[in-house]
């Protein structure tokens, strides 16, 4: 298989399409206050809500946050947060069907055990919030207290991601995040003892000074706490964009090369161990929900990765924000303080935004369904959609190219990954993307 040339390519890891690099600022509050009312009674919708905090800066982070070392801006946002919550709820012209929440950052549960509670209450108060609803938390366990533990469970959340990263101690001082295997492990059993039985592990590779031996360790360490999920995402170094990455040393990063075995090596370790691969880089043991989808191809990909939510809306909720209507995309403002200002104005906080059109939402399906299932039938994708077969054209020359390179199986029609190609899959995606040129350094290195 000639796939050397593709690892240091620059890839979206395509949580949408179009990627958030070609939003438009001519889609505003006004369009998406037009959008919020279109919705239809009992739309199954979605929300994530941002909290853009943490207590330290891991310099690996890729993440909209910022370092707050008091309670005071947390508060503050907490109130333009509620204030959103409220504006958006009043644009419904009818009440939605919400079946997941979830709580995103930064750290979400760097809020006060109070304010937490009080968020999700004031959240039901606005929103028709399913009682058998996905309530999701991305979680620090370094700074997870029992009371925020007992405060999550109040608030009805049952499932937990945790950021692990690596155990690793070199890497955890290259990337400063120092978090030990028994602080992760007291962290999980305070979870699952509080009635939150569903729990996720984020692994990185390619991290400086990461090694295939020291990624394997990792995973073992994982694996004796019996965690539901694996998510383990390959580490984008983009300095220019992020510059506490900056205080990443270039010459510690592993190569292409490097990064590829290591995501294997962690790949089959897991494999081994009873977990089913989902996708690109999710891991589930055989009864979880998420490998029940797999199987009966309702598998979905948004901004949190792979879900088995099939929502027609989501929501966001927070600076900067993103959220998916049926018309298009939208996206809040990113920093803070405009954000604050354009609720406190009672106006709709949208910076930018994207509206789709039909080409757009046949190629994203095509991408979707290649980056969940490993496989795409062409044409009958496009039997789904009012749009000329040929616009696909130059798709079809790509596939068949990577085809004589070995990366797929494909018949002019039907696309299909070998198993020992499942990481170039972003790669097999990117034949369908027909913006791809305009901003490729904003992507991470494909492997």
């Known amino acids: 298989m000639q796939t050397t040339s593709y690892r240091d390519e620059r890839l979206p890891r395509y949580t949408s399409y179009p990627t958030a690099p070609h939003f438009q600022a001519h889609v505003d509050g006004s369009s998406y206050a037009s959008w919020l009312k279109a919705l239809a009674a009992g739309t199954t919708t979605s929300l994530y809500l941002h909290v853009p905090f943490c207590r330290s800066m891991c310099w690996y982070c890729g993440c909209h946050t910022t370092v707050a070392l008091r309670n005071g801006p947390i508060i503050d946002y907490l109130a333009a947060l509620r204030g959103e919550i409220?504006?958006?709820?009043?644009?419904?012209?009818?009440?939605?069907?919400?079946?997941?929440?979830?709580?995103?950052?930064?750290t979400p549960t760097i809020l006060e055990p109070a304010d937490f509670v009080a968020l999700v209450r004031h959240l039901r108060l606005h929103f028709a919030v399913h009682p058998d609803a996905e309530i999701?938390?991305?979680?620090?366990?370094?700074r997870l207290a029992p009371a925020m533990t007992a405060a999550l469970a109040a608030a009805?959340?049952?499932?937990?991601?945790?950021?692990v990263q690596s155990f690793d101690p070199d890497v955890q001082k290259a990337i400063n995040r120092i978090q030990s295997v028994?602080?992760?492990?007291?962290?999980?059993?305070?979870?699952?003892?509080a009635g939150i039985?569903?729990?996720?592990?984020?692994?990185?590779?390619?991290?400086?000074?990461?090694?295939?031996?020291?990624?394997?360790d990792t995973v073992e360490q994982c694996l004796t706490m019996r965690p539901d999920r694996f998510s383990i995402f390959g580490y984008a170094h983009v300095p220019e964009f992020k510059k506490h990455q900056r205080r990443i040393a270039t010459e510690n990063l592993p190569d292409g090369a490097a990064r590829h075995e290591q995501a294997g090596a962690m790949a089959r370790r897991l494999v081994a161990a009873g977990y089913i691969s989902i996708g690109l880089d999710h891991f589930a043991r055989p009864e979880d929900p998420m490998?029940?989808?797999?199987?009966?191809?309702?598998?979905?990909?948004?901004?949190?990765?792979?879900?088995?939510?099939?929502?027609?809306?989501?929501?966001?909720?927070g600076a900067s924000a993103i959220g998916r209507l049926p018309q298009g995309y939208v996206q809040n403002e990113v920093v803070i303080g405009r954000y604050a200002e354009r609720i406190a104005d009672s106006k709709l906080p949208i910076a930018r935004g994207y509206r789709l059109?039909?080409?757009?939402?046949?190629?994203?399906?095509?991408?979707?369904?290649?980056m969940c299932d490993l496989a795409v039938d062409i044409d009958a994708v496009c039997a789904r959609h009012p749009v000329d077969a040929g616009a696909l054209a130059s798709s079809r020359c790509a596939l068949e190219q990577l085809a004589r390179e070995g990366v797929v199986n494909f018949d002019g029609r039907?696309?299909?990954?070998p198993e020992d190609a499942r990481l170039f899959v972003r790669k097999v995606a990117s034949t369908f993307d027909a913006y791809l040129d305009h901003a490729p350094r904003q992507y991470s290195r494909a492997v």
């Open 86 to 106: 409220a504006l958006v709820a009043e644009h419904l012209a009818a009440p939605v069907d919400v079946r997941h929440v979830h709580f995103g950052g930064g």
């Open 136 to 142: 999701a938390v991305e979680i620090d366990p370094r």
């Open 156 to 163: 009805g959340v049952n499932r937990a991601s945790l950021g």
């Open 182 to 193: 028994e602080q992760t492990a007291a962290v999980v059993a305070g979870l699952r003892g």
């Open 197 to 216: 039985g569903s729990v996720s592990f984020d692994l990185i590779y390619g991290l400086p000074k990461q090694t295939v031996q020291s990624c394997v």
């Open 291 to 317: 490998v029940r989808a797999l199987s009966q191809g309702r598998l979905h990909r948004n901004f949190q990765g792979y879900t088995t939510d099939p929502c027609e809306a989501l929501i966001g909720l």
């Open 357 to 370: 059109t039909p080409e757009d939402r046949l190629r994203a399906e095509l991408i979707e369904r290649v």
């Open 414 to 417: 039907r696309v299909q990954l």
